[in-house]
């Protein structure tokens, strides 16, 4: 589903272009969870958003194809809409668009440019109200403006009901883990593989930690460090991390 | 009464117009307004034509009385609204006005409001977006008379540049001869913010669309409350629309 070869980044910050990526290679077949841990700094986060097509974030060298699709042609929209879908580490709060709004919006545009035709508003809320259930959230927290208000672990839950109502092939998420306590991780664990533990979509799992791992279970964990993909392994290979250590393993 | 003589830039309620384009349109005849004692009307004024405009209201709203002015301020290559208003005692103005431009288009709001007696509530709202190379004024006068206290004033005025070449002047000002008011003035310029639009796009929204969810809720700020609020909003996302 995606192959990601010999991949060169570089974050532009403060006029400088500072690689990043450093020749990552990784391939993730249908029906997968991989998980990428790693230290600060390795470049998990920019592999995230240079996948998601991030400005800034300018890809120097190698290839990723997506579903047969050269992914790097395509702009952040068009990613979305075959099929991509990036899970923010810190979600953006937009002041006064409601999630409902921007929700049916960003399916219905997804849906235009797979030539399939839009959702009405009965029949979108219907499926929010579905994928809210699945995440414990209420209806009227998504009848507010996308992430105003929000608490950390509320944000993760908004970010995995878009997930749900977005149905993508692909997620990559990045620390989505992060901020939550033991009951959010569980929901949001339990949400994760409801919505994408499918033999036809395959998830990309950026995470610190090995707790997440607990619930949604790893086929594949690599270990990201000075930019490339340093060691491989399965989930055991999360364990010895969390046991040893980045610097023993890696 | 109308003046005759063109202004020249050198009247500060003239600094930043297109002269050339005011002179086609000059003289400005004044359109009266009159709200008596204890009433309370509203209006709209939406211009999107193609022409240039310059239009001048006076509004007198008397004791007690109550007006609601929304302006939407988006035609011709020059369009510019002034607005006189006067209140009087515990007297309640409202005005809420969208500019939005494109191209070379100079578009200009000046507001004089003037409190003559105690306890009278102003409340203004301009929100300007602006692309291409197009200019947007606010010049926006508070004055408190003598003797006008308990007066409750409030400017807020906020531009959003679509481009770098696009132009935003924001002038709030206070004159204030009485001891017990409360003036507040709020005035800021600014761009989209870009994670907020790679975020709406990483979930499919074109870039137009993304920009276009971003402008309405700030858009939407200068309309809320209004009698005609559904149809300002419409009518402003239309024109919104032309622009990204």
């Known amino acids: 589903m995606l192959q990601i070869t010999d ?16 020749g990552l290679s990784l391939t993730v077949n249908a029906g997968e969870v991989h998980a990428i ?33 050269d992914l790097l042609a395509l702009e952040p929209h068009e990613r979305a809409a075959a099929g991509l879908f990036l899970g923010f580490q810190y979600p ?31 029949e979108f809320l219907k499926l929010a109200r579905e994928k809210a259930g699945l995440l414990r959230m209420d209806m009227d927290m998504l009848k507010r403006p996308v992430n105003v208000g929000f608490s950390g672990g509320e944000k993760k839950r908004a970010e995995m009901v878009q997930m749900g109502i977005l149905d993508p092939k692909f997620a990559i998420l990045d ?8 009951d959010a991780l569980r929901i949001v664990g339990e949400g994760i ?20 791992l607990d619930y949604v279970r790893p086929d594949f964990v690599h270990v990201l460090a000075g930019g490339r993909i340093v060691r491989s392994g399965g989930p055991e290979l999360a364990l010895q991390l969390e046991e040893q250590g980045y610097e023993e393993v890696a | 009464m109308t003046t005759v003589a063109l202004p020249s830039r050198k009247s500060e309620d003239f600094r930043y117009t297109d002269l050339d384009a005011l002179a086609g349109v000059w003289p400005v005849a004044r359109e ?36 609601d002015l929304r302006l939407l301020n988006a035609g011709g290559a020059f369009g510019r609204i002034a607005v006189d208003v006067t209140l009087g005692q515990g007297a309640r103005f409202t005005l809420g006005a969208a500019q939005l431009g494109g191209g070379a288009q100079t578009l200009e709001i000046v507001t004089e409001v003037t409190h003559t007696a105690p306890d009278a509530v102003s409340r203004q709202v301009i929100r300007s977006v602006l692309a291409g190379r197009a200019t947007g004024t606010y010049l926006g006068k508070v004055a408190v008379a003598r003797g006008a206290d308990g007066t409750d004033a409030e400017q807020s005025v906020r531009a959003m540049l679509l481009d770098r070449t696009a132009t935003a002047n ?3 000002e206070l004159e204030i001869f009485a001891d017990d008011v409360k003036c507040a003035h709020g005035c ?10 790679f975020y709406l796009q990483s979930r499919g929204l074109t870039p137009p669309d993304a920009k276009r969810l971003m402008l309405q809720a700030f858009i939407a700020e200068a309309f809320a409350g209004a009698p005609e609020e559904e149809r300002l909003c419409a009518a402003a996302l239309g024109r919104l629309g032309k622009l990204l």
């Open chain 1, 7 to 22: 991949l060169h980044a570089t974050v532009t910050a403060s006029g400088a272009e500072k690689p990043i990526l450093k």
């Open chain 2, 188 to 197: 800021a310029v600014g761009e989209l913010d870009a994670t907020g639009l």
């Open chain 2, 32 to 67: 009266e307004v009159l709200v008596p004692t204890g009433q309370s009307t509203s209006l709209s004024v939406v211009e999107l034509g193609d022409n240039d405009v310059a239009r001048h209201l006076v509004i007198e709203v008397e004791e007690g009385a109550a007006f």
């Open chain 1, 37 to 69: 841990m790693g230290p600060n700094g390795a470049g998990k986060s920019t592999l995230g958003y240079t996948l998601g097509g991030r400005p800034g974030y300018t890809v120097s060298g190698g290839s990723v194809s997506f579903d047969g699709q």
């Open chain 1, 92 to 122: 953006v709060e937009i002041p006064g668009v409601s999630n409902v709004q921007f929700l049916r919006e960003a399916l219905n545009a997804q849906r235009k440019a797979r030539g399939e035709g839009p959702l009405s508003g009965g």
């Open chain 2, 170 to 172: 924001a002038r709030p």
């Open chain 1, 175 to 182: 620390e989505t883990d992060s901020g939550l306590d033991i």
């Open chain 1, 193 to 212: 593989n409801a919505i994408m533990r499918k033999p036809d979509k395959a998830v990309l799992l950026i995470t610190h930690y090995q707790r997440l």
